[in-house]
């Protein structure tokens, strides 16, 4: 059984950095597809960016482009999410997700959800 875990959440002040980690059980990144996303308070849930499972294609929203970077460690069998730059409006609970196989991490669907970790960015 797939199973994600995320972590790293916590309370920072504007400017600084976070690293949100996505920890994965039950098959290799390999396999897997993981996409990142948050429910900013009294807002929907929106996507953040994602990798691919095999060559591990990266793609981004473009509100965190060059900002936020995904990455991998197969040897831990963990997805990365570096927030640089955080600001208030990043505030919300940030989510991993999966699914398998596929041709990219943009197709979905996500059916595999983490539990969420709270990040709180004050100004």
């Known amino acids: 059984q797939l199973q994600v875990v995320e972590s790293g959440g916590d309370s920072v002040q504007s400017g600084e950095s976070l690293r949100l980690a996505c920890a994965v059980s039950?098959?290799?990144?390999?396999?897997?597809?993981i996409g990142w996303f948050r429910r900013p308070p009294g807002k929907e849930r929106e996507g953040i960016g994602c990798i691919s499972s095999g060559a591990g294609r990266l793609d981004y929203a473009g509100s965190v482009r060059g900002r936020f970077v995904i990455s991998r460690d197969s040897a831990k069998n963990t997805v990365y999410l570096l927030m640089n730059n955080l600001q208030p409006e990043d505030t919300g609970i940030y989510y991993c997700?999966?699914?398998?196989?596929?041709?990219?991490?943009?197709?979905?669907?996500?059916?595999?959800w983490g539990q969420g970790t709270q990040v709180t960015v004050s100004s």
């Open positions: 997700a999966a699914f398998l196989l596929g041709s990219s991490c943009l197709v979905g669907p996500y059916r595999y």
């Open positions: 039950g098959f290799t990144l390999d396999y897997v597809n």
